[in-house]
């Protein structure tokens, strides 16, 4: 006599929508340029003020959005308050509830010590910008520089702490073999250089700075933060082939047979050596060329941050889709509503109505690591610094 036994296994809703994508984007990118910027900001390095003042705005910018879809993502947005009300020591969501405030204002602060010396030069401007820059600079004492380097100092601290938690808290999770391995937090990490790189080079030539150096620089960041993230995706390789069991080996078991799989390795492995090789030659290039190639290292940039947002995309979203309780995958697709392609238009047109924003009400072009009203500007802005008070906002575009 045959038997047959049926086995039902449900189908759960993922768990974390595009807000989460959006949020890990958002700070990794926040992190990564406050580190870029800190050469100048904490240790006073001048030649690196060009540079510090495209990540800073990258950095504000990026920081007072990621919290945003941060609430989105957790369905009900108001239910924030049961972090603080049942705080749990051993769950890295609730460190990070703690940490991330303390990050958010240390870059507020930091920031605000940045521009203040500019907003006060531009305090008799006229019109709303002459305005704000009253408000805001809080009076005409000098802004110390060894502030500005404690201020940044401790944000630093703090961007650890965001690099830390962001990335354990999902390594912790075991049921996801995807997920559950050492090798993910430090990616994250490498990705997030990735894309904060990129971004400084976008800034650099849509806000009109088009600094040469900035853009060698950055696409120097992209070389080393490039040749880690190979390092590491090739580390995570060789862990799950040589290895017999752990979470590498189950990880690669889970989806051995699935083309689309495969198709997203290849594309990673592309896109990777595509980015490494475009930097390498645009850095090789003789002096005579450089000035032309330098001009479309934004290009660079745009390709840098499809790298590092899609690298979470995947993460974050494809994981979900490989079933836990039965073979096979689950599809997504992602809806239309405020939970999926709306949320992440939403997500980056806030991003970019900060940019503008700031663009419009604060001299950041000016801007110097502390200082006071009358100090002397650096060479780019040699010809707008005769008499600041006099000459008030710079022009935009």
């Not at 940490?99 to 930091?110: E, T, W």
């Not at 239309?336 to 009400?361: K, N, R």
Request: glycine share 8%; with cysteine; aromatic share 12%.
């Amino acid at each position: 006599m045959n038997s047959t036994i049926e086995l039902l296994a449900p189908r759960y809703d993922i768990a974390w929508y595009p807000w989460a994508v959006q949020y890990f984007f958002m700070i990794a990118l926040s992190y990564a340029s406050l580190w870029l910027a800190a050469p100048a900001l904490v240790l006073g390095k001048t030649r690196w003020l060009a540079t510090a003042r495209l990540a800073l705005l990258a950095c504000i910018t990026t920081t007072l959005v990621a919290p945003v879809a941060l609430l989105a993502d957790l369905h009900q947005p108001l239910r924030f308050w049961h972090f603080y009300a049942y705080a749990n020591s051993t769950s890295w969501m609730s460190i990070g509830s703690l940490i991330l405030p303390l990050y958010v204002v240390s870059v507020l602060a930091l920031s605000w010590l940045a521009w203040r010396p500019a907003l006060q030069a531009n305090r008799a401007a006229t019109g709303l910008s002459g305005l704000v820059a009253r408000l805001a600079s809080f009076g005409s004492g000098r802004t110390p520089k060894w502030l500005v380097a404690a201020v940044g100092l401790a944000a630093l601290v703090l961007s650890t702490g965001i690099m830390l938690y962001t990335g354990a808290e999902i390594a912790v999770v075991k049921a996801r073999p995807l997920w559950n391995t050492l090798w993910l937090p430090p990616m994250l990490i490498a990705t997030g250089f990735i894309s904060a790189a990129g971004l400084i080079l976008v800034l650099n030539r849509l806000s009109g700075v088009k600094d040469e150096a900035t853009n060698r620089c950055m696409l120097k960041t992209l070389l080393v933060s490039g040749g880690v993230a190979a390092f590491i995706a090739i580390g995570w390789l060789l862990n799950g082939l040589l290895a017999d069991s752990g979470s590498v080996a189950a990880a690669l078991a889970s989806v051995r047979y699935s083309s689309a799989w495969r198709n997203t390795a290849l594309w990673g492995a592309i896109a990777g050596v595509v980015l490494f090789a475009a930097v390498v030659w645009a850095l090789t290039r003789p002096a005579g060329e450089q000035a032309g190639l330098m001009a479309w290292a934004w290009l660079i940039g745009l390709f840098a941050l499809h790298m590092g947002w899609m690298f979470r995309w995947v993460v974050l979203m494809d994981v979900q889709t490989v079933a836990r309780h039965s073979a096979g995958f689950h599809h997504y697709g992602i809806p239309a509503g405020s939970s999926g392609l709306l949320g992440i238009v939403g997500t980056f047109g806030l991003w970019l109505a900060a940019v503008l924003i700031i663009d419009l009400f604060v001299p950041w072009r000016q801007a110097q690591q502390g200082g006071s009203a009358t100090s002397s500007t650096f060479p780019d802005n040699a010809q707008s610094s005769a008499n600041p008070a006099i000459q008030g906002a710079p022009r935009h575009g």
